[in-house]
């Protein structure tokens, strides 16, 4: 290794940076620009003009382009002729599925007019189900009564006679009527349920299996189980899963009428009538109507009637708008009224699928309802009610889910006139308050907030006893949130409201209320009438600490808050708003709370804030959300936290009271020590205000921007060992290390640097990324390019050898275990060749603004370039005994790409004028030929650029070189 001389090559840079710019070329204004999109004109000619150009004739200018797709497409999109063709697949199953699946398309497609036909702004019935079914529940034992002849259907052969059929359904239908029962007691709420689920599976199953009886034993049975109330709280949710099935019957019943309709067509018309439909499909209709007459009670011949509804389109044009009344007065037979106003619901809700245009049925109704409403305080009544023990408020929110359905069908699309009509029957049934919060519940939020104060009167003298004041409080506060009341009536309001409001007893209906009228108050008011709402919470709230069942409003009355007051500023001067959070005191629930304000702020607050109160509110809320963090937090919940707090310190500014902004960060660091993102962040912050600094001061410190500086060094010097992630701290302290340079802190430099070539032994072989292990080598090789790009600007410690960094750091880098089989500390080593290079130069690439680098301290001194070169023959005497060590067969290919590395390393660093280099280049080129493991097109290039360099004034040695160089073929 002694024989080789090093001698680097002398560096153009200038040159060489102009000699790799692109080609320039003048574009004038108004011409074709490059990434102008390119419009596809659809002609015969299929041509494509660049904007500006003159020509205007046929394909053969020059300037026009064709485009090959489009002239192969003839102009056609085939993505757009596929979309618009039938899908063969489709096509087949469906001629192989027969009639019925012909009709598919078309029962969809009117399906979805059907519900089109509502509008996207009428709530459906789906909506409200599982709202009904968690509210109305009960923890008494329930029962239930099955026929014996639903559990073994029997199944009518297909060879029988016609007469024989008629006659067996004749006398199953007599068996219901007469047959035994078998009762199923004490179940509890969910074994209830679950019956209720096999029933409906039964239905299925049985009409997938031909048993039409059998699924209409089941379904007269369901409906008789409406007319049960002996467990009355929970009869709104057995109405619910009950109609379930109603509503199954009826699909299946019009999808097998439909199916049958079609009679040598493939479809019926989209408004059929009923002398499209085939003989067939309206005789199967009309049984299935005589069927349903001959039920002898009121309740399921009603319900199963309602539920196929539908199917009257078959046989009548006019069949909904005669039957419909009908229905309506079947209804007065039903002597429970709360029985009575669920039918009424499930009629609205039929005839609102069915026919949305037939109002008026459902204004009459509503209107029977309320003839017949005084039944409510009859003896029956309320002699159900002390059997039962139901309290008459509680027995009264029973009838909400049907009013309010029924009120939003009226309602919907309805003039405000129908809105005067109803306060009037309403005031002449006494004010009930029932049907007033119903209505306030139905009708459109712009008609009650005009009303606002007319409904408060009303309010007002409604009777406490039947139905609680707050409830109708509640709905008034959610329409005036949704639309805006007179302005000259919205403190009246509020007031007047609130009269009521605070002298609530139960704690749940306050916070309900309050969390409501917040809403109000935050769109109307300012910070004042803010606080006196909130003072009022916490006065209600805090006895008997009742704010711990009440997280939920209390944390939406904080959103609310949060979504209406951006200016923070005013927020925090609140003076009960920090008070009101020290009632979150489940320790999940209040940092829950501070995220919500912490993302509000962010999103919000447009300009950067020194404001005291603003960053005491915040520290105080950044600072809870930190201390939640310990050994059992997950991962992603402490980086969701960091970002937040991130995100606050980013909005921190002190304007040119640096020392200030200091302090900040030096309290911040001592708030959010245990989260590692937020440290990184203060160093990058305090390195950034470093930075600022010296943009501030043109590079030019005084004494004290010079200590200030030195000071934010200190910062970082000490902070950064506190981290734990290896990587962290290495690419900081060689960021803090380049910050300090750029402020002509030399020694603070120094300390950076070394402090980071010490940490890399300890780089560890794998790392955990998201989770995951991986090897560290390839971010360690990274770094350390980063590294050296750092330490050709660093000057020379006048009391260390020369270089004694990069000695230290290849020291380290000897010294390091890497991976087995790893060629990493000879790409480094390659690397280091680069650097030496670069060193070695008269005048370095780059400098440090008023920072002396090691050409000016050295002046191309022998002795020092002397130095490089051992070193740089050191490295290559390393690098070729490695290539040695890699004779062996499996390691050949790695031997191949490393000495074409070096190849070009020698290519670009050395001077080839010496014949040593030259000859050790040129056993390089061979060697990465010589067992054909060379990528060719590498090796090409490669030539072509030295014969290209040979032509130049300085590089004429190339021509030799090239001449010594040849292509070795793969065989």
Not at 175 to 195: F, I, M, P
Request: charged share 25%; net charge neutral; proline share 4%.
């Amino acid at each position: 290794m002694s024989s080789i001389q090093w001698h680097s090559r002398w560096r153009n840079y200038k040159q060489e940076q102009e000699s790799c710019h692109l080609e320039r070329v003048t574009v004038e204004f108004g011409e074709y620009h490059p990434l102008k999109p390119i419009t596809v004109t659809d002609s015969k000619t299929k041509k494509i003009a660049r904007k500006g150009s003159t020509s205007s004739t046929s394909s053969s200018s020059s300037s026009s382009i064709m485009d090959p797709l489009s002239t192969m497409l003839d102009g056609t999109d085939p993505l757009s002729i596929f979309a618009a063709s039938t899908d063969p697949l489709s096509a087949a199953a469906s001629v192989s599925s027969g009639k019925s699946n012909i009709l598919e398309g078309g029962r969809k497609k009117r399906e979805k007019e059907d519900e089109m036909a509502l509008g996207i702004d009428f709530e459906p019935w789906t909506a409200k189900r599982s709202e009904i079914l968690a509210r109305y529940t009960t923890t008494e034992k329930l029962s239930i009564n099955l026929f014996m002849g639903l559990e073994k259907g029997k199944a009518t052969s297909p060879g029988s006679a016609v007469s024989e059929k008629v006659r067996t359904r004749l006398e199953e239908l007599d068996d219901l009527e007469e047959g035994s029962q078998k009762e199923l007691l004490n179940l509890t709420q969910q074994d209830y349920v679950n019956r209720i689920e096999e029933l409906n599976q039964s239905l299925k199953d049985a009409w997938a299996t031909d048993q039409k009886v059998k699924a209409l034993k089941i379904v007269i049975q369901c409906s008789k189980l409406l007319s049960e109330t002996t467990v009355i709280q929970f009869y709104p949710s057995k109405f619910v899963l009950i109609t379930d099935i109603l509503d199954t019957f009826g699909k299946l019943v019009y999808d097998r009428i439909l199916s049958m309709c079609a009679d040598n067509r493939s479809t019926l018309p989209e408004n059929f009538n009923p002398e499209d439909v085939s003989d067939t499909a309206r005789e199967t209709c009309l049984n299935w109507f005589f069927k349903i007459a001959s039920i002898r009670e009121l309740i399921p011949r009603f319900y199963v009637e309602a539920a196929i509804l539908k199917c009257n389109k078959f046989v009548s044009k006019a069949g909904i708008s005669e039957i419909l009344p009908r229905l309506t007065s079947m209804i007065r037979g039903i002597g429970d009224p709360l029985v009575a106003v669920y039918a009424r619901a499930y009629l609205c809700r039929v005839g609102m699928d069915v026919a949305p245009q037939l109002k008026e049925n459902l204004n009459k109704n509503f209107f029977d309802f309320l003839l017949t409403f005084k039944q409510i305080h009859g003896d029956t009544v309320q002699n159900q009610l002390v059997v039962q023990r139901v309290e008459m408020p509680v027995y009264l929110t029973l009838y909400s889910p049907a009013i309010d359905w029924i009120l939003q069908c009226i309602a919907y699309q309805a003039p405000e006139t129908l809105l005067t009509e109803m306060m009037e029957r309403c005031k002449k049934l006494g004010n009930n308050a029932l049907l007033l919060n119903s209505i306030m519940s139905a009708f459109r939020a712009e008609f009650i907030a005009a009303r606002a104060m007319d409904f408060i009167g009303m309010i007002k003298e409604c009777d406490e006893s039947g139905f609680p004041k707050h409830l109708l409080f509640h709905s008034l506060g959610q329409n005036l949130a949704l639309s805006d009341p007179p302005e000259n009536d919205r403190l009246q309001i509020l007031n007047e409201a609130w009269k009521v409001i605070t002298k609530l007893k139960n704690p749940q209906d306050y916070v309900k209320c309050a969390d409501v009228w917040i809403e109000y108050t935050c769109k109307h008011f300012s910070k004042r009438e803010i606080n006196t709402v909130l003072a009022d919470v916490i006065k209600h709230m805090t006895p008997d600490r009742a704010f711990e069942d009440a997280y939920p409003q209390l944390r939406s009355i904080i959103q609310k808050i949060l979504d209406y007051f951006h200016d923070f500023s005013i927020l925090f001067s609140v003076e009960k708003f920090l008070p009101f959070l020290d009632m979150f005191q489940k320790e999940s629930v209040r940092v829950e709370v501070c995220k919500c304000i912490m993302e509000a702020f962010i999103k919000h607050q447009q300009e950067l804030t020194r404001d005291p109160v603003i960053l005491n509110a915040l520290l105080h809320v950044c600072k809870t959300m930190h201390d939640s963090v310990n050994a059992l937090t997950l991962e992603d919940e402490k980086r969701s936290l960091a970002v937040l707090i991130n995100g606050f310190i980013r909005m921190v500014s002190f304007g040119r009271d640096f020392e200030q902004q200091l302090s900040f960060y030096v309290e911040a660091r001592c708030l959010f020590c245990n989260l590692e993102p937020v440290v990184v962040q203060l160093i990058h912050s305090v390195n950034q205000l470093a930075m600022e600094t010296r943009r501030v001061m043109k590079g030019n410190h005084s004494r004290k921007t010079a200590s200030f500086v030195r000071a934010c060094a200190a910062y970082c010097f000490i902070t950064i060992p506190s981290l734990t992630n290896i990587f962290s701290r290495l690419n900081l302290y060689l960021l803090s290390g380049q910050v300090a340079l750029s402020n002509q802190c030399l020694s603070q430099a120094d300390a950076f640097l070394k402090a980071a070539v010490s940490l890399v032994p300890e780089v560890p072989k794998m790392i955990s990324i998201d989770g995951k292990m991986r090897q560290s080598e390839g971010f360690l090789l990274d770094f350390l390019n980063n590294f050296f790009s750092t330490l050709l600007v660093v000057p020379d410690h006048p009391e260390h050898e020369v270089l004694y960094l990069v000695r230290g750091l290849l020291n380290v880098i000897q010294d390091y275990t890497w991976e087995d089989n790893s060629d990493a500390k000879i790409q480094v080593y390659t690397n280091v060749l680069h650097l030496l290079t670069a060193i070695s130069q008269d005048t370095y690439l780059y400098h440090v603004d008023k920072v002396d680098s090691n050409d000016n301290l050295y002046g191309g001194d022998p002795k020092f370039l002397a130095e490089i070169n051992k070193l740089c023959e050191t490295l290559i005497g390393q690098i070729l005994d490695h290539l040695k060590a890699l004779g062996k067969d499996e390691t050949l290919k790695r031997q191949s790409a490393l000495a074409l590395s070096l190849f070009n390393t020698l290519l670009i660093t050395g001077d080839l004028r010496n014949n040593k280099l030259n000859q050790l280049a040129t056993n390089l080129w061979n060697l990465a030929q010589k067992h054909g493991f060379a990528d060719t097109k590498t090796v090409v290039r490669t030539l072509e650029y030295i014969k290209r360099q040979s032509k130049l004034p300085e590089m004429t040695h190339f021509s030799e070189l090239a001449a010594r160089l040849p292509l070795q073929s793969r065989t």
